[in-house]
């Protein structure tokens, strides 16, 4: 299962984006899908999750409360809207799938993932 990511950018301090992770043709049922980020140097940081089971999330501290983690209706595309972003919000973007559906953000929990999706906050 190759993941396909989209919607990175450039983008100014206090804006938006939002990224969208799918595999064209393939449902995500049974699944649990989560979002990464890593900067330059830096280790891949799990910053948000939803199962397709329960449609329950979690995210983490980093990013509690500016981003949103959600399906669409046919569960075939993982949205990441992206708030109030800030320059240390600045990253490449991964999305990844759990076949057990588990909310976990620590990436050897998840055996598939996408290339990435570069995002810049900058004036």
């Known amino acids: 299962v190759q993941l396909v990511e989209s919607g990175g950018g450039l983008v100014q301090p206090g804006g938006s984006l939002r990224l969208s992770c799918d595999v064209p043709g393939f449902s995500f049922d049974d699944y649990a899908i989560a979002w990464f980020r890593q900067a330059p140097e830096k280790e891949r940081e799990g910053i948000a999750v939803?199962?397709?089971?329960?449609?329950?999330?979690e995210y983490a501290d980093s990013v509690k409360g500016r981003f949103t983690i959600s399906f669409d209706d046919t569960k075939t595309t993982v949205y990441l809207q992206l708030n109030s972003l800030n320059p240390e919000d600045s990253a490449v973007y991964y999305c990844a799938a759990n076949y057990a559906d588990l909310l976990r953000l620590d990436p050897p929990a998840y055996g598939f993932w996408g290339q990435g999706t570069q995002v810049t906050v900058s004036p």
């Open positions: 939803v199962s397709s089971s329960v449609s329950t999330t």
